[in-house]
């Protein structure tokens, strides 16, 4: 049994929100829709929406909360809000009035937010900066907080398309997010007050931290939130049901801001670091004495080019505060992905968003994208080469970025600009062995090039948009034959995408077409044809030889070329929902230099039916349905996947959420188990996921998600069990425990290729598998505890302890087929030496097949790793961090797990320490 990765289904709950995946029979049908779509590109009458009217500041306003200045009496308050949730379409259970000031240098809101139970009313948690925004899991997920809150949400350009949102709760607690993108931090001022009759909020946002267009005088969109934590209730400005489409275009107006003249504006941040870093070492190491400690300075600057375009800019970038990655069990050939984390490639992330994919249901796929920011300043690529090349080696962690540099914003003939540029420096090891003798060297990661350009015209208000991207990737391998035999030379791609709505956005068709180009040497492209990505070298492979996209596994070919498509179409408005969807990679698609892909040479295809219903009935507030198929095929026509899904979600009356799938995999042919080897067969399985949540408006919010699954001929079987727990005993405290265990077996998992002139039927080789039992345990543990909305501590641990258990060594008894045949059973001979758990294997017995050895398999393998970070914001937008991360593993060949064994084997493994002292100062305004 294979468990496959699963894109949970997106509903649309929130009005903010939208799902967005297509057949190529469905293109021809969009197509002649797109000619009936040349309506008005709001699709309603701007009488429909709400405005608003801004008024000039003609006295001082002091942010302290007050709201107690003669200014705010000039703005006429908004004050006509309805719910969103719980009774759609009703007026506002509670009083909110807003008014909004201008002057020359920013804009002003003021709000008072009633509540007739004053103090006692209001839910405040007290959280870092964005813990409280809805992406986070504010009023979703079981692991949140959740918070009365104000949510001002600003469409400055008024194209449509620009959400800039900002939000507070009555403690003080801050969050931004630029279209989506929650590591935008802009620098403004804002207060709450709390008192007997609610509470209040004044918010000052200087233009520098907006862009807009240069008109004397400007309408915006503007949509407003309130958040009543008590009640459940989400009142909104600029009214859409929840099975409508919402966004930018359906925003509210405000008129009558007139910006002075803006000076061209500079934001610097200097900083210093100081890290320390203790580990133990190997006896006689001459390389890593058990601790190291460094200093160095750096900085970032921001500087806006004109009013739509910002140059940031970074020199000697560290990023010793961000939080370690999790561990995770990988017996795949895949590599794992991980999210980005480090604050320089994370902050207008937006800019640079291309491609991806969306789907309701989603099953065995993974989005067509041209960037992937942790390919910059990465783990040298050759440092297992080095390491392996002698006893000691002393190997660099990461590539140094040299500098990096980008350019975002928005040209005023609407056009969206990304530009990055980064330079990462060669990296050299050194390495000696236990004996005597002269240090060896090894370049592992030469001098190196990424850029990325990205370009985006919105058409029809943002009802409709077309863009391209362009990715480079240039390395300096010189003449070092060890460098050139691995690493590509060069790499890039050229990528267009587009996005289409029409019938008032109801329905929508989104694409994207990707073109890559690969070059090094003979030897480094070979190998990239070897690799887990593309399998050329595969025997029963059906070659296409076409010229600019050939596909023969070529060892003398110095260039690589391929392509990615990908798009649907789909219902996205209403009661009744649907979508169609292609994912095609081409076998030479390779855009790993700048980007991540696991995997090439398949053609993809999902459709889903969709039912919601949103009106609260006795025995549900909304439900959520749908069923669909997943299909994929290899180059060769194959049928290499096919599952059929279903999914219910429900939020009952008490705010609790169910939510549940079922998935039918059926047996196909697969072209990667032998990893290179002719195809064989994978059995089907059924699969089963159920999760309970209860209300995440209480003190404790528990959480319990079990999986299950069973192949349908195989005899293998999945449990996962992760029960969750979500603790606040203060609103300065928040605490989660995640613990999951999980037992899984695989009839196939993969263990080696013996060559072998014999297995005629393999082509020379047979293909080693194992019946594999494994199992995992681990505990995420976050503790945030914050002292004022500026000063929090995070806490972050996690336990993790896996094994794995080879119960049967086998082999298929032919290509394309399922039967397998376990060794000393089945076929040949098995003979295992007790005192070192390593197979004999004769695979024919007295046959003329030759006999071969292999390594006990079996692993148990633990970790711990965490961190301790200290946050504070001493003045606005300059901070100092104090962090701590822990790093400790350890491993056995058990292939069992002893709970008391192995955590007791943990704290006692070897701990790496690293602390650092990060200070940055911002300066600006």
């Known amino acids: 049994m294979r468990l496959e990765s699963v894109i949970m289904p997106f509903s649309p709950p929130a009005g903010r929100r939208a799902a967005r995946v297509f057949s190529l029979v469905a293109i021809v049908a969009a197509a002649g829709a797109n000619a009936l779509a040349a309506q008005t590109p709001a699709g309603n009458a701007a009488s429909t929406l709400p405005s608003a009217v801004a008024a000039h500041r003609s006295t001082a306003v002091t942010i302290d909360g007050r709201l107690d200045e003669s200014a705010w009496s000039a ?41 007739p139970q004053g103090r006692a009313g209001l839910r405040a948690p007290r959280a870092r900066r964005d813990q409280l925004l809805d992406g986070s899991g504010d009023n979703g997920a079981f692991n949140s907080l959740t918070s009365d809150k104000l949510v001002i949400e600003l469409d400055p350009y008024h194209n449509h398309i620009d959400d800039v949102l900002f939000e ?48 004397s005088v400007q309408q915006w969109g503007l949509q407003i939130w309130r958040y009543v934590d008590r009640l459940n209730e989400r009142d909104m400005w600029s009214f859409r049901r929840q099975n409508e489409n919402a966004g930018p275009m359906f925003f509210g107006h405000v008129t009558g801001i007139t910006p002075g003249a803006q000076p061209r504006h500079m934001e610097v941040m200097p900083y210093v670091v100081a890290k ?31 009013t739509n375009l910002t140059l940031d800019a970074t020199i000697n970038p560290d990023f010793g505060q961000v939080e370690v990655d999790p561990s995770v069990l990988n017996l795949s050939a895949s590599e794992t992905y991980y999210d980005e984390k480090r604050p320089f490639f994370v902050a207008g992330s937006s800019a640079f968003s291309f491609g991806g994919m969306s789907c309701y249901f989603c099953d065995n796929s993974s989005g067509l994208s041209a960037f992937y920011s942790r390919r910059i300043g990465r783990p ?26 980008k350019i975002t914003g928005r040209t005023s003939n609407g ?18 062995g236990a004996t005597p003798g002269p240090e060896g060297r090894q370049m592992v990661e030469p001098l190196a090039n990424y850029f990325v350009g990205r370009l985006k015209k919105d058409l029809r208000a943002g009802a409709t948009s077309i863009g391209g991207i ?105 009661d009744w929902l649907w979508e169609l969807a292609q994912n095609w990679r081409s076998p030479g698609f390779e855009v790993n230099d700048l980007s991540f892909t696991s995997r090439t040479g398949f053609r993809w295809m999902n459709g889903n039916i969709v039912r919601q219903w949103v009106k609260p009935t006795t025995w549900y507030r909304n439900v959520f349905m749908s069923a669909g198929m997943n299909q994929e095929f290899n ?70 998600t079990s999986r299950t699954a069973a192949g349908l001929s195989d005899g293998t079987h999945f449990q996962m069990w992760q029960p969750g727990m979500a603790v606040k005993p203060l609103p300065s405290v928040y605490v989660q425990l995640a613990p999951s265990y999980s037992m899984s077996e695989n009839a196939t998992q993969y263990v080696r290729t013996v060559v072998d002139p014999t297995a005629t039927a393999f082509g020379g080789s047979r293909y080693v598998f194992a019946f594999i039992r494994t199992r995992q345990l681990s505990m995420e543990t976050r503790v945030n505890w914050t002292f004022t909305p500026n000063l929090t501590l995070q806490l972050y641990a996690q336990p993790f302890i896996a094994s794995g258990d080879y119960l049967h060594l086998r082999e298929f008894a032919g290509p394309r087929t399922l039967t397998m045949l376990d060794y000393g059973r089945d076929v040949g001979t098995l003979t295992r030496n007790a005192s070192t758990g390593a197979y004999t294997i004769d695979p024919d017995g007295t046959g003329p097949a030759a006999a071969f050895t292999l390594g006990n398999p079996n692993f148990t393998t633990r970790s711990l790793r965490g ?59």
């Open 867 to 925: 961190t301790a970070v200290v946050r504070w914001e001493y003045r606005p937008g300059s901070t100092i961090y104090f962090a701590w991360t822990q790093k400790r593993a350890g491993m056995s060949d058990d292939g069992t797990i002893d709970f008391s064994r192995d955590q007791a084997a943990m704290w006692r493994d070897s701990a790496e320490n690293v602390f650092l002292v990060k200070v940055n100062y911002w300066l600006g305004r």
């Open 168 to 215: 507070i709760n009555p403690a003080g607690v801050r969050g931004e997010a630029f279209n989506g993108d929650e590591s935008w931090d802009p620098v403004w001022d804002v207060a709450t007050r709390v008192d007997d009759n609610g509470w209040t909020a004044e918010l000052r946002i200087p233009y520098s931290q907006l862009r807009f267009s240069r008109d």
């Open 635 to 704: 180059w060769d026509g194959l049928r290499t996947f096919q599952d059929w899904t279903s999914y219910v979600g429900v939020e009952f009356p008490n705010y609790w959420r169910l939510r549940s799938f079922a998935i039918h995999n059926v047996a196909v042919d697969d072209d990667r188990l032998t990893r290179g080897g002719p195809v064989v067969m994978h059995d089907g399985s059924n699969f089963v996921h159920v999760q309970l949540s209860t209300d995440p408006r209480q003190r404790v919010v528990l959480d319990f």
């Open 380 to 405: 040298p690529q050759l440092g297992g080469y080095a390491s392996s090349r002698a006893s000691y080696a002393d190997v660099p962690d990461n590539t140094t970025i040299l500098g990096a540099a």
């Open 470 to 574: 362009l990715t480079s990737t240039v390395r300096r391998v010189g003449d070092d034959s060890i460098a050139a035999s691995l690493l590509r030379h060069r790499a890039s791609a050229l990528g267009l995408d587009w996005r289409h709505t029409w019938d008032h956005r109801r329905y929508r068709w989104m694409g994207t077409l990707i073109a890559s180009d690969v070059g090094g040497s003979s030897a480094a492209i070979a190998a990239t044809q070897r690799s887990s990505v593309h399998y050329y070298q595969r025997p029963d492979r059906d070659v296409i030889a076409r010229g600019f996209f050939d596909t023969r596994y070529d060892t003398t070919a110095t260039t690589m070329r391929g392509w990615g498509f990908y798009s649907r179409v789909a219902k996205e408005n209403g």
């Open 75 to 115: 703005a006429t308050p908004i004050s006509a809000f309805r719910q969103y949730q719980p009774q759609e379409g009703a007026p506002a259970s509670l009083p909110t009035e807003i008014r909004i000031l201008y002057d020359d240098r920013a804009l002003y809101l003021g709000a008072r937010l009633s509540d």
């Open 276 to 306: 320390g870093a203790y580990a133990p070492t190997a006896a006689g190491d001459p390389y890593h004495s058990g601790s190291a400690r460094t200093a160095a300075i750096g900085g970032d600057v921001k500087y806006l080019l004109t």
């Open 415 to 432: 056009f969206s600009v990304g530009i990055l540029d980064a330079l990462t420096d060669r990296e050299t090891a050194r390495f000696r």
